[in-house]
């Protein structure tokens, strides 16, 4: 059961990208976007975006390619600021998110191990004694030796879950990851997600597999072109989900 601590609360977030300078902006496309009406030189991922995660939820947020989820994660992981409102986040954050950007391709699994610990501001003897149960859990063999470029996606993906999830985060922030690597490893990471929820963590991911949402969320939100359309029951968000993209499909036929 979600507790009544709020672990992140977000009030009428905007993300603005500006259009007008860019690698292919010339003098004279500048010019001219200087005298267009307000709103043509610039783009919003989200806009007007309020909602909160309280402390043993895990709350999927689905929609469409270019909808803007991504960006959420990223604003919500610190990695980027917003362009409006407030993002309020209470307590420590992992995130595969910036655990992946972290990685050197030159050192292999174990210094990554210790870099990412050291990025995460932890204490080098407490990462030293997460060491062998990350690496357990991560299961890559001798492959924790070798550098992280030799990796695949999936082994990356294996290697950043098991850091993300061994520092006992108040706040999981995951891209989905989950949908890379074997099945073995997608039950057990879900297994550990859902331990994460029964203590009391909160969970925010983003993910395309709607079993996820409905068998392992217990709060869903859905976006559609920076803005929330729909957010309660998975199921019932799910549903939505599928009769826009339905109706899309439909659309793009008849446009054909």
């Keep these: 059961m979600p507790s009544t601590t ?16 860019n690698k292919k ?3 004279r496309t500048s010019f001219q976007n200087r005298f267009r009406p307000q709103g043509q030189g610039h783009f919003w991922a989200l806009q007007d975006v309020s ?20 960006t959420l994660l990223q604003i919500l992981a610190g990695i980027i600021l917003p362009s409006a409102g407030t993002v309020a986040v209470n307590g420590h954050v992992s ?20 870099l990412a610990g050291a990025f995460m501001g932890l204490d080098h003897r407490d990462m030293e004694a997460r060491m062998p149960s990350i690496v357990e859990y991560a299961d890559l ?3 924790i030796d070798a ?21 006992e985060p108040d706040i999981l922030l995951l891209d989905e990851v989950l949908a890379t690597g074997d099945a073995a490893f997608r039950t057990k990471s879900k297994a550990r997600v859902l331990e994460l929820v029964k203590a009391a963590k909160a969970i925010v991911l983003v993910t395309h597999d709607m079993s996820w949402v409905t ?13 929330i359309v729909a957010e309660g029951k998975p199921e019932e ?3 939505t989900h599928e009769e826009h993209s339905e109706q899309r499909r439909l659309a793009q036929v008849a446009a054909a």
Excluded at 63 to 68: C, D, E, K, L, V
């Design 51 to 70: 909602f909160k995660v309280l402390h043993g939820e895990s709350l999927a947020v689905i929609g469409p390619n270019g909808a803007g989820k991504s």
């Design 6 to 21: 709020v672990a992140i609360d977000v009030e009428k977030l905007g993300v603005r990208y500006d259009l007008r300078f």
């Design 141 to 143: 063999g001798p492959f």
């Design 95 to 114: 995130s595969l998110l910036t655990l992946g950007a972290g990685f050197d391709q030159e050192l292999d699994g174990i210094d990554n191990i210790r």
């Design 237 to 239: 968000v799910v549903a």
């Design 25 to 27: 902006t010339t003098l």
């Design 147 to 167: 550098p992280i470029k030799t990796y695949s996606s999936g082994m990356k993906a294996r290697l950043g879950f098991s850091i993300a999830t061994a520092v």
């Design 215 to 227: 068998e392992y969320c217990n709060r869903a939100m859905l976006i559609e072109k920076g803005r």
